[in-house]
């Protein structure tokens, strides 16, 4: 993700993103939120809920200890929560499959071969451009 997206929701979650200053053998947090930066509005969404209910279930803190891409998918690894915001998460993680992640979009979202991305065709075809130097002649 782009740091100015990352940093921005480090600022705006500091709970939730507490362990970013944590060394790397307690949180993999303080390597990043190792996705494309078109989940951001998945994200930022998933933390908002995520605060508003812990503002109302206090003793259900959320820690995230990892956000990254696997398989084609956000994954938000917590400590702490309980049912419902696991539910938040499976949720925000469904989504992730339907949306780019590179630059957000929800139109012709396909999932690729071999190590899997989420993109849409657009964000396909000029990643496929950058990989086989364009066109033929």
């Keep these: 993700m782009k740091a100015e997206l990352e940093i921005a929701l480090f600022k705006k979650y500091p709970e939730i ?3 970013k200053d944590k060394s790397i053998m307690e ?13 951001y509005r998945i994200i930022d969404t998933l933390c908002r809920l995520i605060q508003h209910y812990v503002q ?11 956000v990254k891409e696997k398989f084609g998918s956000l994954r938000f690894y917590i400590n702490g929560g309980d049912d ?4 938040l998460i499976t949720f925000a993680e469904a ?17 690729t071969k071999g190590w899997v991305y989420t993109l ?6 000029d990643r496929d451009m950058a990989q086989y130097g364009g066109e033929d002649d």
């Design 17 to 19: 993103f507490a362990g």
């Design 27 to 39: 949180s993999l947090i303080p390597f990043g939120l190792e996705c494309g930066s078109g989940w």
């Design 56 to 66: 109302d279930h206090p003793d259900n803190s959320v820690e995230a200890v990892q």
């Design 84 to 87: 419902y915001v696991d539910g």
């Design 95 to 111: 989504m992730s499959y339907m949306t780019c992640e590179q630059c957000g979009s929800t139109d012709g979202v396909t999932q």
């Design 120 to 125: 849409c065709r657009q964000c396909l075809f």
